[in-house]
């Protein structure tokens, strides 16, 4: 136990060292069940106190009940990945209307965490639709948005983000499927450096929300699908198949299937 303290106890100093390049709002918490569910809770105490929220990272070094897409739940060993969620409250400000920030905001936090790995791989990570990042076809991270809405209307983005950071050989990691940074690099960055680079990545790419031009050239730019591959998609229960027909102009993901084309709002790529 005496090693997981001075574990974390590192990860703070390091943290602290690289505070200024972190946002001013950061929260740093040694165990907690979800960093989604922490995140939740504190917009809706700013909504009971009229309080405005304020932007905010929160970081933990372990989750005790972590969560992914679909309600699977998110393997949150302490330190072996990084456990963070992003508070951003909504409309963001010179951006676009509530509702294409909305729209853009799964993809935008894809491309953020994505952009943000990838220097740490040599260029090798890439989006699985919606926003899985993969590295030559393996998980490193995954990213589970939620919103908050107060009694006003006032509304806040819940961006949740793990990656997976130090499970050191296959046997550790979460699934066959995964991979981690320790294992793509040998000699990985610090935490606090992989954090730094996830927040300001992500930060500057939410600042785009609703630019729905941008957006889509950008995730087009960050996907791992190409026109024709075969894939197949969970759709709630049920799962379709076909050739991958690019994405529509709402980032919606389009499946030539023996039907027909089908357009895909809300799914996710299980296989490609």
Request: hydrophobic fraction near 40%.
């Amino acid at each position: 136990m005496a090693d997981r303290f001075e574990a974390f106890d590192q990860f703070t100093g390091e943290l602290l060292a690289w505070s200024p390049r972190l946002p001013g709002n950061l929260v740093l918490i040694d165990t907690v069940d979800s960093t989604n569910r922490f995140v939740k809770t504190l917009a809706e105490r700013f909504f009971e106190e009229e309080s405005p929220p304020q932007a905010a990272l929160v970081v933990a070094f372990e989750q005790t009940a972590g969560r992914g897409r679909q309600g699977r739940s998110w393997v949150s060993t302490a330190g072996r990945g990084l456990y963070c969620t992003w508070l951003q409250p909504l409309p963001i400000a010179g951006a676009g209307p509530l509702e294409d920030q909305l729209g853009s905001l799964p993809l935008l936090a894809g491309i953020g965490v994505c952009r943000a790995l990838t220097d740490f791989v040599n260029g090798r990570a890439g989006l699985k639709w919606p926003n899985d990042v993969l590295v030559d076809g393996r998980k490193i991270a995954g990213v589970l948005i939620e919103t908050v809405v107060g009694s006003g209307g006032e509304t806040v983005a819940v961006v949740g983000f793990g990656v997976n950071y130090d499970f050191g050989t296959a046997g550790e990691l979460p699934t066959p499927a995964s991979t981690s940074i320790t294992l793509e690099t040998g000699r990985p960055p610090s935490r606090a450096a992989v954090v730094a680079r996830l927040a300001s990545s992500l930060e500057r790419e939410l600042g785009r929300a609703g630019d729905v031009g941008y957006t889509l050239d950008s995730y087009r730019g960050c996907t791992v699908h190409r026109e024709g591959d075969e894939v197949s998609c969970r759709i709630g229960g049920e799962t379709v198949s076909g050739r991958f027909a690019g994405f529509d102009d709402g980032g919606r993901f389009r499946l030539e299937t023996p039907a027909g084309l089908r357009t895909i709002a809300s799914g996710e790529v299980i296989e490609a």
